[in-house]
């Protein structure tokens, strides 16, 4: 007998609303949202602070050991916590964008969250967000998207998002930013990003989120009932 939770895999490049597509739909589901780049992004902030060097894997392991990651949804939001504290506003600026490709390349570091994510998606219905989560870490996820968005409108997106939370940066940076991302994310040797063979395609360059949102419900139907049925 298969699995009976549902589970829903997001991937696609940097800043193609993603998350945006994956709240909206877990909260009309009811389902747990899980944003697996946030955990690569509290990895990248613990290897920051603690000044753990990239090649240096004997400190990595160690430093995978003592890192525990937590969500807490609330009201408004959900809280990302990083052994206690509340990390959700740090790890979304800029100096952590700019490393966390590096980091999440290593693959000890892949591992490690990748067990943590499958955990997560054990017993419950859920909506992940990431890279990978289509491909490696839930493989046999029921619905898969992959979002794409067109480059200028995606650089849009990420320079209001910073600037409304005060962040000073140029649209320059912000465009080298996710095609650096993108670079790294798409050509490295663990799990890179690409798109499932079973994907369904949303190119939301020109969509709203709520067309956005009746479209993925559809799909969702639709593969529901296939379930139900298989
Ligand atoms: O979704 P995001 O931009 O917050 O993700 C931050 C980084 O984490 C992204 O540049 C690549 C990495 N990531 C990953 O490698 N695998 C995932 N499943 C999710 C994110």
Do not use: W
Request: charged share 30%.
């Amino acid at each position: 007998m298969g699995r009976k939770n549902f589970i829903i895999a997001i991937d696609g490049f940097s800043s193609c609303g993603k998350s945006t597509v994956a709240k909206a739909l877990a909260k009309q589901l009811n389902f747990v949202f899980i944003d697996s780049g946030a955990m690569y992004r509290a990895v990248t902030l613990y290897f920051l602070r603690n000044n753990i060097q990239l090649h240096d894997l004997e400190t990595i392991n160690e430093a995978l050991e003592n890192i525990h990651i937590d969500f807490i949804p609330n009201a408004e939001k959900i809280q990302v916590i990083l052994n206690d504290e509340d990390v959700s506003e740090e790890i979304r600026m800029m100096y952590i964008s700019d490393n966390v490709s590096e980091v999440s390349a290593i693959k000890e570091v892949r591992h490690a969250m990748v067990t943590q994510q499958q955990k997560l998606g054990k017993r419950r219905n859920i909506v992940m967000d990431g890279r990978d989560i289509g491909t490696t870490v839930f493989p046999d996820a029921d619905l898969k998207i992959f979002m794409t968005a067109s480059p200028s409108v995606r650089a849009e997106r990420r320079f209001a998002e910073l600037s409304a939370k005060g962040e000073l940066v140029s649209m320059e940076d912000v465009i080298e930013n996710l095609a650096h991302r993108d670079h790294i994310d798409s050509t490295r040797e663990e799990s890179p990003l690409r798109q499932a063979e079973d994907a369904f395609v949303l190119d939301n360059s020109d969509l709203t989120q709520e067309q956005q949102l009746s479209i993925v419900l559809e799909e969702y139907l639709r593969r529901k009932q296939k379930k139900a049925i298989d």
